[in-house]
């Protein structure tokens, strides 16, 4: 257990990101019903944008991130409006056949402009790092994380205090009995995706800098985000978040103290999905709707 | 005169299926190998369609296939076991996971089920990585030279293999299975209280499909005598077993068949018109798959089936859309 | 302030079957009107197509003398046209204070929401003490209280009651239909009560109409109805009428 401070900082500051990650798929699930297959591809296109805005005219990435996040937010809108209204009702194989078939195009439309050349942006301070104790911590893993909790906590003042977020939650638990508080159903369900959206965004371009950036990144960081929801219950932020740091635990640990560990670690989401789907399926903290 | 043309309309899939067969004989390439890939579709198609019908979307096909294609190969390389016994063999092993995933799902369905199936693709290719003592790992397998056989043999066996398949979802259609299946998709717990046992449907169902791509996947293993994890689990097939059969017309007969044939002209279509880019197909199948659902969600036989309805009772026709529109 | 409803032969019904066949009747500004019936007689169906819940195949209703069947559900709401439903649907994860302000979500309740607060909070104390507790914790009185409360907090014109005392204890229904006779009061207030509890209603509303198999079959005064539906039960000899009937004169 030589490793276990660094392996504890390696996984809360994994776990945060994760966090933001799985929160948005989480959100527009949990409101809307309808499960985004497509949300990888949000996380892909914030990553190339981030990636472009610093390749292109140095802009940093974090700088690029609201304006990213606001393209981001306004595409999901629209893309409801004018895509998932029309399958809210139909057999759940539409659904997932319709966002998986979008997924699709978008990886190609990246792959098709963008080649499936791995890149990367690198402003300086990812680099750089410092000690903690015996551990070390990376300065662009930090960073990463510190946004990642500010915007889940901004997700979470907005769903219990804002006018919408409220109206968003109530959605969540009976559609009908919101209709009859005046809510627009078929907007406020445009309004999460379009923020879960920006969030998918949000992390590409955390991502950007952490990872390498391709067409195809965002089908795994999907599968992840499943594995997550399901360990935390579908539908339920809270549990996602605990399922979060759950898998970022899982995955440090196995990278840490299993012998070819950093492989195996790529499929550990992919045993915790299957196994927490076969004994318990409605998640580790049960069968709750949004808190 | 009209039993006449209706018994000649039941000929049409025979006579289909042996032209099917006859074409492997051709001494044409191209044609031979638009037919095997035919052949390929047909048969993930039809699983495909075969677990929709029972409400069970996959999105983890290749999870099947690889299995067969490893399964086959693998004794290959170590025991020599030919083509046939090569295909029986991932026939079985596929089935034997079929029945495991039906088992290991319980009563899991809709979003959870396609998420299972999807993270049972990834996993396996992941482990096959992972595991190059036993699986050659990354840099893969190739099919010894003393097993290699002929191309015709491969596009027979192909042909012959879809012609089975394709029967036997005819077959099963005709049977009570159909009525469990539809029974199962709309209402499981609905279905159960009809006295069918879900799980028994489930495994059957599971183990024919896992068990069709299998084969299908130990074929083409065959055909291209080289298999590492990106071929074997490739999303591809999980995509194309999905598109044929929403293009065709989910939960028909005919629709995987008519989807996987069109399905075979697109990607060709593409490939002409477009160049052999790699993102040009898989973006024409992400389009059809999109517009398929929005616009056409009984497919291509459905389209032919409204069109020859509205021959018959064309007035008819007209006056209910009038009205429907007029709500 | 207070609004007039004006049905006129709606028919409406969930897909291929009619549920209302032919359904007339008016809510006068300031009125109290309730609408009886049996078990399946259409009552819930009505207040859904007032709701926009329920699609409305022929007819016309108008609300304050504009058609009401052009204006999508949510903006009903802000027009003033507010129904408390049936099995009263809380938002069982929300605080009882987070219901009543998603009750006053539409714009133009949102501006006097504490004032509003503190009336329902008034009209019922119970929710007053029990503000922070998740609204699916309550009793299934407290929960027909939170309902009414909720739509009184959407500045309502019209309110839509539908069948506020389902389920509850008798004595639970007396203060139901208490806070009901004060809300009947307020000037700016029409009420439209639908009930199975015959006696109940015809207690606080001053005119009624009777419904049965999707159509009207009585009206009038509050004080004569009760004698005619009685009068009806006994001719036509409905075990389920007679029931009720009998539920209701051992509630009163």
Known sequence: MEYLGQCAVDSILLGGLYTLMVIGLSLSFGITRVINFAHGEAIMLGAYGAYWAMTLWNVDPLIAMPVLMLLGGIAGYVLFRILFTR???????????????????????????????????????????????????????????????????????????????????????????????????????????????????????????????????????????????????????????????????????????????????????????FFVLILRPRGIAGQAVME | MRMQASSLLRAIPALLGLALIASAFVDMPQVNDWMFQISMLIIVSVSWNLMASAGLVSLG???????????????????????????????????????????????????????????????????????????????????????????????????????????????????????????????????????????????????????????????????????????????HITIESQIASILGGMYTVAGPIVGAIAIVALSEATRLGLGAHEGASQLAYGVVLVLGILFMPRGLYGLWCDLWAGRIAGAGKADDTATEMAR | MSAALSVRGIRAGYSGSTVLQDVSFDVAPGEVVCLLGANGAGKTTTMGVLAGLVRCQAGEVLFDGADLLRLPSHERVRAGLVLAPEGRKVFPNLTVEENLYLGSYNRNARAGRAGKLADVYSLFPRLSERRRQKAGLMSGGEQQMLAIGRAVMANPRLLLLDEPSLGLAPMIVVAVFDAIR????????????????????????????????????????????????????AFIGRAVNKAIGAEAASHA
């Not at chain 1, 968003?168 to 508080?181: K, P, Y």
């Not at chain 1, 605990?242 to 899982?250: D, E, T, V």
């Not at chain 2, 083509?83 to 979003?111: D, E, K, M, S, Y």
């Not at chain 2, 596009?155 to 469990?180: E, Q």
């Open chain 2, 61 to 235: 096909h290749a999870a099947f296939w690889g299995v067969g294609s490893y399964a086959s190969m693998i004794a290959a390389t170590r025991l020599g076991l030919p083509l046939v016994g090569g295909v029986v063999l991932a026939v079985a092993v596929g089935a034997l996971l079929g029945c495991v995933l039906a088992l290991a799902t319980g009563r899991l369905r809709g979003i959870f089920f396609a998420i299972c199936t999807l993270a049972l693709a990834e996993g396996l290719r992941v482990t096959t990585v992972m595991l190059p003592d036993q699986t050659g790992g990354a840099s893969g397998l190739y099919l010894p030279q003393a097993l290699q056989v002929p191309r015709t043999a491969l596009f027979v066996a192909g042909a012959v293999a879809a012609v089975i398949c394709a029967a036997a979802s005819v077959w099963l259609a005709r049977t009570s299975f159909s009525y469990a299946c539809r029974a199962m998709r709309n209402n499981e717990s609905a279905a159960q209280m009809l006295g069918l046992d879900p799980l028994r449907y489930r495994m059957a169902i599971l183990a024919i499909s896992a068990g069709m791509v299998a084969g299908a996947g130990a074929i083409s293993t065959w055909y291209g005598g080289y298999l590492d994890p990106d071929v074997a689990f490739s999303m």
């Open chain 1, 87 to 273: 399958i809210l009702s139909a057999p759940a194989a539409n659904q997932i056949l319709l966002t998986f078939g979008l997924g699709l195009i978008l990886q190609n439309v990246a792959l098709t402009l963008w080649s499936g050349d791995q890149r990367s942006a690198n402003p300086a301070y990812v680099f750089s790092s410092f000690q903690l104790g015996d551990s070390t911590v990376a300065v662009g893993r930090l960073i990463g994380c510190a946004i990642a909790v500010l915007l889940v906590g901004g997700l979470f003042v907005w769903l219990k205090h804002a006018e919408a977020g409220r109206a968003s939650r109530a959605l969540a638990e009976n559609g009908e009995a919101a209709v009859l508080m005046g809510i627009n159903v078929n907007q406020m369900y445009a309004i999460a995706f379009g923020i879960s959206t920006a969030l998918g965004v949000a992390t590409g371009t955390i991502m950007s800098s952490l990872s390498a950036v391709t067409p195809f990144m965002g089908f795994n960081m999907l599968v992840k985000s499943f594995a997550i929801i399901v360990l935390g219950g579908l539908g339920n932020v809270m549990g996602s978040v605990a399922g979060a740091f759950l898998l970022a635990f899982a995955e440090t640990a196995v990278s840490y103290y299993v012998p070819n560990g950093d492989g195996w670690a790529e499929a550990v989401a992919f045993a915790v999905l």
């Open chain 3, 182 to 233: 004060l809300l009947a009061r307020s000037t700016n207030l029409s009420i439209l009560l639908v009930e199975q509890n015959t006696r109940a209603a015809l207690s606080v509303a001053t005119r009624g109409y009777v419904l049965a198999n999707g159509r009207i079959v009585h009206s009038g005064p509050a004080a004569g109805l009760s004698d005619a539906v009685a009068l009806r039960d």
